[in-house]
């Protein structure tokens, strides 16, 4: 199976988390974990969900610390084998190869600008460049420094793919024509993220949200993502 769906696992509960995973392990093969269920739950708990289910790890904690201390954070939780460990391309050269000199059977993956950012709220936090640039920037200096996947709104994608032609791109904030954006501001459709060069959609309360309709109905609407991208 290969899915272009890492299904977010945002919950602090391990039981929901791993009730998730049996509900779309079907039809999705890589999950995000993220700092609100790692700081509840910790490694342990991560380590029991690895020994019941066989999925690929993206774990989402977008370390961002001088370097010494990201390469510490980083051999911390490397026992998890994750294939995907983020990242903030904003802390810098230094801490990225850090990073990655402790990670050699995963992909350091930059994370660039949020999605959660407008232009408006960019602009105001005192940055000189626009998001694409900044995005161009700091995506370049990251893959120069050893990070071998980017995350980037959809907006972002087809530029870093000319950066990056050989590294992983991930997009959050995706959503289908239609729901509600929630957090995200700077959204596509899955099929629009993909075709702007995107490798992975980053895609949560969309399908976990139909969990109070049962397994089901999740399994439904990733058939419907699924269906809208590859129709």
Known sequence: MSSPIILALDTKDPKEAANWIKACAAQIDHFKIGLEYFLENGKASI?????????????DLKLYDIPNTVKGAVESVSELNPKFLTVHAAGGAEMIKSAASVLPGGSITAVTV???????????????????????IWATQAIAAGATSLVCSPFEAA???QIAPKATIITPG??????????????????????????YVVIGRSITSEAVNGVGAMQNKIAQILESINP
């Open 174 to 199: 995706v959503r289908l024509a239609g729901e509600k954006l929630n957090d995200q501001s700077r959204v596509m459709t899955p099929k629009q993220a993909l075709e702007n060069g995107a490798d």
């Open 114 to 136: 949020l999605t959660s950012f407008s232009d408006y709220e960019f602009m105001h936090l005192g940055y000189t460049k626009d998001i694409s640039q900044t995005a161009s």
């Open 159 to 161: 530029l870093m793919r």
């Open 47 to 59: 380590l029991d969900l690895q020994k019941e289910f066989d999925f690929k790890l993206f774990l």
